[in-house]
């Protein structure tokens, strides 16, 4: 994150940018910075901020303080006509009674007709809708139609494209295909994408970095594994994934940068918090799932490590083996692993379960 930020001067820089409607502020406080060839997405629940933030960068609304420079430019003030940005709304916003090199042409009317002519094909080429030029838009398919409004967004050559959840339209197996296409295309073109999403897995596909938002605020900045692997709050941690959330108290620390976590039925290693927090606290334990592991509960033989627990329930998924355990608390821990293991630790196992302690990361409660 250092060398994109500090090695080369960002394409686009926000700094203090905030927003309000009303007494409340819809975008608060945002800074960011952004590479050159970067694909980012704004993920964040329904209502964070990510579209006022999108449009404050293409210049739809202007903020109430902070600063929107692109390279050396400070785009401050200017309207959205004027700054080498463009975006793609949700609903595509396509005209419904002009064929699709129309719709895709409507940029560029300012250029010569040949030259005209020539773009739209190139464009249309790329988004492999050249058979479709004289269509209607509403005689096209949905993942057609959001690549006429990408060819249309991209008519310009924006140095930024921004995408406001491009593929919700979608279905499923449509939308993966899609994902793959449109950071197919941002390779070879090299503009700059920020694409908001609400569905982490799209941020996944999508995203070199990704800013998680809540209220206004990006909370978190990252690759996603490093998201997912390494949240720095509950909410980080909830919104990339199912997760275990284990309560206990903050015990002291260890070498190698872990700590001891005291919890209801004994004692458990994790990383230590990146928070600042002291021998005592309260704090929960995140560990996902997929990380958790089990083992023969062989208490009495004197070997045995792990937290004792109870098999509640085990569910076949096709791809993994989902299963719900509960500690002696009664709290539940849920545990998923390859279909393999069908068979072992059915419900009413008693079993120990463990899990590296590198995999689990300790959050302020
Ligand atoms: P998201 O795209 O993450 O769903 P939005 O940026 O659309 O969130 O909205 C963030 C907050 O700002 C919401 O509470 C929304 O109601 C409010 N908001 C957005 N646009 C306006 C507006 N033009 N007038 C008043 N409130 C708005
Ligand atoms: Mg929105």
């Given at each position: 994150?250092?060398?994109t930020?500090?090695?080369?001067a960002?394409?686009?820089?926000?700094?203090?940018?905030?927003?309000?409607?009303?007494?409340?502020?819809?975008?608060?406080?945002?800074?960011?910075?952004?590479?050159?060839?970067?694909?980012?997405?704004?993920?964040?629940?329904?209502?964070c901020?990510?579209?006022?933030?999108?449009?404050?960068?293409?210049?739809?609304?202007?903020?109430?303080?902070?600063?929107?420079?692109?390279?050396?430019?400070?785009?401050?003030g200017?309207?959205?006509?004027?700054?080498p940005?463009?975006?793609?709304?949700?609903?595509?916003?396509?005209?419904?009674?002009?064929?699709?090199?129309?719709n895709?042409?409507?940029?560029?009317?300012?250029?010569?007709?040949?030259?005209?002519?020539?773009?739209?094909?190139?464009?249309?080429?790329?988004?492999?809708?050249?058979?479709f030029?004289?269509?209607?838009?509403?005689t096209?398919?949905?993942?057609?139609?959001?690549r006429?409004?990408l060819?249309?967004?991209?008519?310009r050559?924006?140095?930024?494209?921004?995408?406001d959840?491009?593929?919700?339209?979608?279905?499923?197996?449509?939308?993966?295909?899609?994902?793959?296409?449109?950071?197919?295309?941002q390779?070879?073109?090299?503009?700059s994408?920020?694409?908001?999403t609400?569905?982490?897995e799209?941020?996944?596909?999508?995203?070199?970095?990704?800013?998680?938002?809540?209220?206004?605020?990006?909370?978190?900045?990252?690759?996603?594994?490093?998201?997912y692997?390494?949240?720095?709050?509950?909410?980080?941690?909830?919104?990339l994934?199912?997760?275990?959330?284990?309560?206990?108290?903050?015990?002291?620390g260890?070498?190698?940068?872990?700590?001891?976590?005291?919890?209801?039925?004994?004692?458990?290693?994790?990383?230590?918090?990146?928070?600042?927090?002291s021998?005592?606290?309260?704090?929960?334990v995140?560990?996902r799932?997929?990380?958790?592991?089990?083992?023969?509960?062989?208490?009495?033989?004197?070997?045995?490590v792990?937290?004792?627990a109870?098999?509640?329930?085990?569910?076949?998924?096709?791809?993994?083996?989902?299963?719900?355990?509960?500690?002696?608390?009664?709290?539940?821990?849920?545990?998923?692993?390859?279909p393999?293991?069908?068979?072992?630790?059915?419900?009413?196992?008693?079993?120990?379960?463990r899990?590296?302690?590198?995999?689990?990361?300790?959050?302020?409660?």
């Open positions: 994150m250092a060398a930020t500090e090695a080369s960002p394409l686009l820089r926000l700094a203090g940018v905030t927003k309000r409607f009303g007494g409340a502020a819809a975008v608060d406080a945002v800074d960011l910075a952004l590479a050159e060839n970067e694909v980012f997405c704004l993920l964040g629940p329904s209502g901020g990510k579209s006022t933030l999108l449009r404050l960068i293409a210049g739809f609304e202007q903020p109430d303080a902070g600063t929107i420079r692109l390279g050396t430019q400070d785009l401050t200017l309207p959205a006509h004027r700054r940005i463009n975006m793609m709304f949700q609903s595509y916003a396509l005209f419904p009674h002009m064929s699709v090199s129309r895709v042409a409507y940029g560029l009317a300012d250029r010569p007709r040949a030259e005209r002519a020539a773009r739209v094909a190139d464009l249309l080429r790329m988004v492999r809708l050249e058979d030029a004289d269509r209607r838009p509403d096209l398919s949905g993942g057609q139609r959001q006429v409004a060819a249309r967004a991209l008519a050559e924006p140095r930024l494209l921004l995408l959840e491009p593929l919700t339209a979608l279905d499923r197996a449509l939308r993966e295909e899609t994902q793959s296409e449109l950071r197919a295309l390779r070879r073109l090299r503009t994408f920020i694409v908001v609400h569905d982490p799209e941020a996944m596909r999508l995203a070199d970095r990704v800013g998680v938002m809540a209220q206004g605020r990006i909370v978190q900045v990252g690759a996603t594994a490093e998201l692997d390494r949240p720095a709050s509950r909410y980080v941690a909830g919104l994934g199912d997760v275990n959330l284990i309560p206990g108290r903050l015990g002291p260890e070498p190698g940068g872990l700590r001891a976590v005291e919890i209801a039925s004994g004692s458990l290693r994790a990383r230590s918090p990146a928070a600042d927090l021998e005592g606290d309260a704090v929960v995140a560990v799932p997929e990380r958790v592991a089990l083992g023969p509960d062989q208490a009495g033989e004197g070997a045995t792990g937290i004792p109870t098999v509640a329930e085990r569910v076949f998924l096709g791809d993994r083996i989902a299963r719900t355990l509960h500690l002696g608390d009664g709290s539940a821990v849920r545990a998923s692993g390859p393999e293991g069908a068979d072992a630790f059915p419900a009413g196992a008693r079993v120990r379960l899990f590296a302690a590198e995999a689990a990361t300790i959050l302020p409660a």
